[in-house]
């Protein structure tokens, strides 16, 4: 049994029953199981929140940037230069932060036993 929270074993990209196995055997594809204690990883599934919330964090923060670089007095060619330093660092961050953000969403899902919704009909 791990003695982190969910989130600090995913943001490790680790199992968050045991904090030993890793979440993912390639990028973004998950394990089946944990390697280490055999937990079910199939449970749970984070569909496209991870991409939700990665996209809108990072474009969040780079937003300004892409109004502040048209604006400034640079010549035409730093502005380009600028804007494709831009364009890299938002798919770097996005790349870097979208298997953190499925691993915590993922072991948050499991610790909370997650499922589908099931509405009371009040017919019985
Ligand atoms: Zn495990």
Not at 48 to 59: C, E, I, M, N, Y
Not at 66 to 85: D, E, G, N, R
Request: glycine content about 10%; hydrophobic content about 50%.
């Amino acid at each position: 049994m791990s003695n982190l929270t969910p989130i600090q074993n995913g943001l490790r990209q680790r199992c968050g029953a045991c904090g030993e196995g890793r979440l993912f055997s390639a990028y973004l594809k998950l394990n089946e199981a944990c390697p280490h204690c055999g937990r079910d990883m199939r449970a749970a599934d984070t569909a496209d929140g991870p991409a939700f919330f990665v996209g809108f964090s990072v474009l969040i923060i780079t937003a300004p940037f892409l109004f502040l670089i048209p604006m400034s007095p640079l010549p035409a060619l730093l502005k380009v230069a600028a804007i494709v330093v831009l364009a890299l660092l938002i798919t770097g961050l996005s790349m870097w932060l979208l298997p953190v953000a499925k691993g915590i969403l993922l072991n948050l899902q499991m610790h909370h036993k997650s499922g589908q919704a099931e509405f009371d009909r009040g017919d019985g």
